[in-house]
């Protein structure tokens, strides 16, 4: 069983500026089939990468993804105000797992 | 427009059982394997069962097996989970999601549903 580990908890940025956030696995991750989630309070996630740097349809260009094996990283260029939520990182190289969540705040 | 619609959920009594499903538009049903996510109030994503684009094929979290079954009718493009022995740890929001890719069983999730609250308490 893979575990995911995503980190910081929190991440207090304010708009414009850039945000990093890290996704770290157990064991290699097969075939970079990493995936990240934005969840908004009281909406379903949305799909923001795939296969660890596709974006989704939609998604805009200031989203980011990278890494391979077990790390992985999610990038916003520029934070606007519509980015501040909680991003998830998920496996599907064997079965599925999610990580536990990183908040984005505003500072 | 890709679309899950969810109905089912509710209040029920640890021990208990109910049904939830979801009725798929928009995409070829059967040629997409589909899952079910729960999120526990304040709590993280989890996983909770897959099944194949022809429902073949299912998996299920460890905590779920021999308690939920997962199933697919996919002559009117609805996905069910039906769960019994439930417990208060159960208790969640439900989501029903599309696999994106053309992963069988492990896949990642591009449509997502409402999402259907399940409160399990006496």
């Known amino acids: 069983e893979i575990v995911l580990t995503q980190s910081p908890g929190i991440l207090s940025l304010s708009p414009g500026e850039r945000a990093t956030l890290s996704c770290r696995a157990s064991?290699?991750?097969?075939?970079?089939?990493l995936a990240w989630y934005q969840q908004k309070p009281g909406q379903a996630p949305r799909l923001v990468i795939y296969?660890?740097?596709s974006r989704a349809t939609g998604i805009p260009d200031r989203f980011s993804g990278s890494g391979s094996g077990t790390d992985f990283t999610l990038t916003i260029s520029r934070l606007e105000p519509e980015d501040f939520a909680v991003y998830y990182c998920?496996?599907?190289?064997?079965?599925?797992?999610f990580g536990q969540g990183t908040k984005v705040e505003i500072k | 427009e890709e679309q899950l619609l969810q109905s089912g959920g509710g209040l029920v009594q640890p021990g208990g059982s109910l049904r939830l499903s979801c009725a798929a538009s928009?995409?070829?049903?059967?040629?997409?394997?589909m899952g079910w996510v729960r999120q526990a109030p304040r709590k993280g994503l989890e996983w909770v069962s897959s099944?194949?684009?022809?429902?073949?094929?299912?998996d299920y979290a460890e905590f779920v097996k021999g308690r939920f079954t997962i199933s697919r009718d996919n002559s009117k493009n609805t996905l069910d989970l039906q769960m019994k022995s439930l417990r208060a740890e159960d208790t969640a929001v439900y989501y029903c999601?599309?696999?994106?890719?053309?992963?069988?069983?492990?896949?990642?999730?591009?449509?997502w549903g409402q999402g259907a609250t399940v409160t399990v308490s006496s």
């Open positions: 999601v599309k696999g994106g890719g053309w992963g069988i069983l492990a896949f990642y999730m591009d449509v």
């Open positions: 099944i194949s684009g022809s429902g073949g094929g299912t």
């Open positions: 998920q496996q599907y190289g064997s079965s599925l797992a």
């Open positions: 064991q290699s991750v097969t075939s970079s089939y």
């Open positions: 296969g660890a740097s």
């Open positions: 928009g995409f070829t049903f059967n040629s997409y394997a």
